[in-house]
C-alpha cells in the first residue's frame, strides 16, 4: 500500500527521521513505536505532505508521491488524524465533517458520514454541537472521523490514546478493528505501547529518529530486551 525508501524529513537544517525503509501492507495495522522525540509524529507529517523530505522516496499503490502537495496524497487515498486533533473548534461536528468530505462529489457525502456515524454513534448525538464544546473523547472520535469523511485507502493516527479514558480508548480501538476488517490499512502512532502491540500486524520502532527494530507485533510483544529498552515494558 504505501513504502517508504531511505526516508529522511525534518525542519530546516534539523533532521527529524533519517532513512526509514518501511513498507505498510494492504489491511494491516502497523504501529510506529517509541519515545517522545523519536521521529514518529514527524514522519507521519512528512508522509501526508506536512514536513519538509530531505531524502528518500514515499511511494503509494506504487506511484511516487515524494513530491505531491498535500491535497494530492488526500485525493490519492491518504488521511491524517494528528496529533492534538487540529479541529475547527469554531464549526459543529457535521461542518468538521462536511470539510473532511470536500474533496470527495458531494453526492458521497451522506454515505461517508453515516459511516462514520456509524462507527462512533456518540458523534451523531452531538452533531450540531460546536467542537471546541466536545470532550476529549469526541473530539478524537471527529479527528478520525473527519479524516474517514476523505474515504482514505490509508489512515494515520497520531496518538490515539492520549489523554483519554479508558471506555472512550476501547471504542476508538473498537472502530480501528472495524476498519481493519474493511480492508482499510492504517499507521497507528501510539505511547500506549502495549494496547498498540495488543492490535498491530506490524511494528517499526523508531529511536532518535532511526528505526531500531522491524517486525511482526506479536514478535515485538514477546521480545524482553526489545520492550524493555525501547518500549517502556517490564
Known sequence: ??????????????????????????????????????????????????????????????????????????????????EGRRLFKDLSVYDNLQVGGLVRPAAEFARNRDHVLSLFPRLGERLHSLAGNLSGGEQQMLAIGRALMTQPKLIMIDEL??????????LCYKALLQLRRDGMTILLVEQNTERALSVADDVCVLESGRAVWQGNAKTAATDPALTSAYLGLH
Open 161 to 170: 490514546s492520549l489523554g483519554l479514558m479508558p471506555k472512550v480508548i476501547d
Open 1 to 82: 500500500m504505501l513504502e517508504m525508501k531511505n526516508l529522511s524529513c525534518g525542519y530546516g537544517a534539523f533532521q527529524a527521521l533519517g532513512n526509514l525503509s518501511l513498507t505498510l501492507r494492504p489491511g494491516t495495522i502497523t504501529g510506529l513505536l517509541g519515545a517522545n522525540g523519536a521521529g514518529k509524529s514527524s514522519t507521519l507529517m512528512c508522509l501526508a505532505g506536512h514536513v519538509a523530505l530531505q531524502g528518500g522516496q514515499v511511494l503509494f499503490e506504487g506511484e511516487d508521491i515524494s513530491n505531491a502537495p498535500p491535497h494530492e496524497r488526500v485525493r490519492r487515498g491518504l488521511a491524517i488524524s494528528p
